[in-house]
């Protein structure tokens, strides 16, 4: 039987390597997340994304990839659920009806269509992942576009959310599942 105080000394150092281990692999997940968005269009977006939630330092390429789309997702219905369906209710205009109509259906298909690339993701079937990112950001620019077409030209009242979804958050996942494809 060895003696207590080698005891406490083994389990001492273990304690150490275990924490130090944490530590190690935090840092390296970090650097995995600040070498992906070193690549995005938007770098301080990205980073902001992976870093303000806590899952992206325990997560893998994969994960991130997911938890970008789920992001992306969330966005999508919150946009419809309290900002479309406010705007619906109150805009009176006929064109202005017409117009918040047509965003209301896109961003309906644009929520179905994520969510296709989530479960596309989570299949790693990533040509299906870009066709149906490709598919979703095009919904959103379409209601960003209604308010172009004809006359009155006029600012999407959801612009800020379309830049966000299809420009911001798409190239996000774009960046990830590139590095998903060149590492598989």
Do not use: W
């Not at 001492?12 to 281990?21: D, E, G, M, P």
């Not at 047509?102 to 961003?107: P, R, T």
């Not at 600012?155 to 958050?169: F, Q, R, V, Y």
């Amino acid at each position: 039987m060895a003696p207590p105080c080698i005891k406490f000394f083994v389990s001492f150092v273990l304690s150490l390597a275990a924490i130090s281990h944490l530590f190690i692999h935090s840092n390296a997940d970090i650097d995995l997340i600040t070498n992906i968005c070193n690549e995005a269009d938007d770098v301080q977006y990205c980073l902001q994304l992976f870093l303000g939630d806590p899952r992206s330092e325990t997560v893998d390429l994969h994960g991130l990839a997911l938890i970008a789309i789920q992001t992306t997702i969330n966005k999508i219905q919150d946009t419809l659920d309290m900002k479309i369906s406010y705007l619906v209710r109150d805009i009176t205009d006929t064109v202005g009806k017409q117009r918040i109509g047509v965003c209301q259906s896109d961003y309906t298909e644009a929520v179905t269509t994520y969510k296709n690339v989530f479960q596309s993701t989570d299949k790693k079937a990533y040509q299906d992942v870009i066709n149906g990112l490709s598919k979703g950001s095009n919904d959103v620019v379409d209601c960003q576009d209604i308010y172009r077409r004809k006359d009155p030209i006029a600012e999407s009242p959801i612009s800020a959310e379309n830049i966000e979804i299809a420009i911001k958050l798409t190239g996000v996942i774009l960046t990830v599942i590139e590095y998903l494809v060149i590492r598989n």
